[in-house]
C-alpha cells in the first residue's frame, strides 16, 4: 500500500498543534491502583444522574421534535434567557457553547493573529494556552500567585504592549487556585479601561467558593463603570456535568454576534437535547444543588490540606484554597517535579508537574492536585504515598 508523509500534508497550523509530553505522562495515572490527583474531573458522586436520565426521557418523548433538530448557534432560547437572567445581561448578550473550551477557540479565532501578542498568567489553563497557541500568538506572561496576577509586572508589561486580549482566571485559578480580591480586581480594571484593552475572564470555577460569598467578577464590575470589554465565560461542567458539553459567553451584543459567527462553521450549535436538559436541570433546585457542591469540595479540601500538613516534608510550599478544585506546590531546592512523578507512580499516586502551564516556560519544579474527585478517606492515603515520595526524592542517594 502507498505510504504517505502526512506531516508534509497538514497546514502550517497543524505544526502548533502537538501532543504535549504531558499527556503521555497522564496515561500512567490511569493505571489500577494509582489514587491520581491529576485531572480536574468534578466528583462524579455530585452528578445528578437519576434526574438527568428521568428528565431526559420526558424531553425525548415531550420535546424530540426540538430536541433532536437542528437548532440555533446562539443556544436554545430558554436556556440563553435563564443564563441571562441569572448574570443580570440581555439575551443576545449570552451565547451557548459546547464547553468553555470551545469559547477559548472561538477567542482564539476571533482575535488573534499569527504574531498576536495576548496576555495570561503564569501559570495559567492548559487548554486555554492549547487553544490559543493553534493561531500563533505571540504569549506575554505575568506571574500569578495566590492573589491573581502580579498587577506591577501587569502594568508595567501593558505600558509597553497592546495585547489583543488579557486572558484571566480571577477566582480559584486552574492551576494555581489563586483568588484575586476585590481591591486588585478593581485596580487592574482601571488600568484596563483606561487603555480600552479587552479582558477574557475564564469564571469556570464562580459557584465553588468556600467562604460566605462570591467575590464580584470582573465583568460585574466593568459593566457597573460601564466598560463593554470584558468577555466573560463560565460553564456547567463543574456545577452540573462536563460530559454534557454546556457553557456559556457573556459579552457585548457585538463580541456575540462575531463569536458566534465563528461558531457557525465549527459545529452549528451545541446539541439541543443537552441544552434543553441542562435548562431543566437549573430551573428548579440549583441553589441547594450549588451548596451541596461546595460542601463537598470544601470538606475535600480541608481533607487535602490536613493531610499535607502531616506529610510533606519541610520546604514544601503549597497554596491553602479558598474554592475551586486545586492545591499548587512548589518543590523546595528546584527539585524537578517531573523526577518526582516519576516516583509517585512508583508509589501509586499521581499528580500534573506544573511546567505545562506555563505558556513561556519555567515552573518546573511546581505540580498541580486536584482534590475534587476522591473522597477524603482516599486523599489521605494518596498524600502519604505523595509525602513517601517525596522524602525519597529528598534523601540523599
Ligand atoms: C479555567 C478553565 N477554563 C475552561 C475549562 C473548560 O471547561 P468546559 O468543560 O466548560 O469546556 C476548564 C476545565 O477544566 C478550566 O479549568
Do not use: C
Amino acid at each position: 500500500m502507498k505510504t504517505l508523509d502526512w506531516t508534509t500534508l497538514f497546514g502550517e497550523r497543524a505544526g502548533r498543534i502537538q501532543a504535549s509530553t504531558i499527556r503521555e505522562l497522564l496515561k500512567l495515572t490511569q493505571r489500577p491502583g494509582v489514587l491520581s490527583f491529576a485531572g480536574g474531573l468534578p466528583a462524579p458522586e455530585l452528578f445528578p444522574k437519576e434526574e438527568a436520565a428521568q428528565k431526559a426521557a420526558e424531553i425525548l418523548r415531550e420535546k424530540g421534535e426540538v430536541a433532536l433538530q437542528y437548532g440555533p448557534t446562539e443556544g436554545y432560547l430558554p436556556l440563553r434567557a435563564w443564563v441571562a437572567e441569572w448574570l443580570g445581561v440581555k439575551v443576545e448578550e449570552v451565547l451557548i457553547t459546547t464547553g468553555s473550551q470551545q469559547a477559548l477557540d472561538l477567542l482564539g479565532k476571533v482575535f488573534l493573529d499569527e504574531g498576536s501578542p495576548v496576555l495570561l498568567e503564569a501559570p495559567s489553563y492548559m487548554g486555554a494556552i492549547q487553544a490559543f497557541r493553534a493561531y500563533g500568538p505571540r504569549f506575554l506572561t505575568v506571574p500569578a500567585g495566590e492573589e491573581g496576577p502580579d498587577l506591577e509586572v501587569l502594568e508595567e508589561t501593558l505600558r509597553r504592549e497592546r495585547p489583543r486580549f488579557l486572558y484571566l482566571i480571577p477566582s480559584f485559578q486552574n492551576p494555581s487556585g489563586g483568588l484575586m480580591p476585590l481591591a486588585a480586581r478593581k485596580r487592574l480594571l482601571e488600568v484596563v479601561m483606561a487603555q480600552g484593552l479587552v479582558v477574557v475572564e475564564d469564571d469556570a470555577y464562580r459557584e465553588l467558593y468556600f467562604g460566605e460569598a462570591r467575590l464580584p467578577s470582573l465583568f460585574e464590575l466593568a459593566r457597573e463603570a460601564g466598560y463593554p470589554g470584558v468577555i466573560y465565560l463560565s460553564s456547567f461542567s463543574k456545577v452540573l456535568a462536563p460530559g454534557l458539553r454546556v457553557a456559556f459567553v457573556a459579552a457585548h451584543p457585538e463580541a456575540i454576534l462575531k463569536l458566534t459567527q465563528a461558531k457557525q462553521g465549527v459545529d452549528l450549535h451545541t446539541p439541543v437535547l443537552n441544552q434543553i436538559l441542562v435548562h431543566e436541570l437549573v430551573k428548579e433546585g440549583f441553589a441547594e444543588r450549588l451548596e451541596r457542591i461546595r460542601a463537598t469540595y470544601k470538606a475535600k479540601a480541608m481533607a487535602m490540606l490536613e493531610a499535607l500538613a502531616r506529610e510533606m516534608p519541610e520546604g514544601v510550599r503549597y497554596t491553602r484554597p479558598k474554592g475551586g478544585m486545586f492545591v499548587w506546590m512548589e518543590l523546595p531546592n528546584g527539585l524537578s517535579a517531573e523526577a518526582l512523578f516519576q516516583r509517585a507512580i512508583a508509589e501509586e499516586v499521581a499528580f500534573v508537574p506544573g511546567a505545562p502551564f506555563f505558556a513561556n516556560g519555567g515552573g518546573e519544579n511546581t505540580l498541580r492536585l486536584s482534590y475534587a474527585t476522591l473522597d477524603p478517606g482516599r486523599i489521605a492515603e494518596g498524600m502519604r504515598r505523595l509525602g513517601r515520595a517525596l522524602k525519597g526524592l529528598l534523601a540523599p542517594a
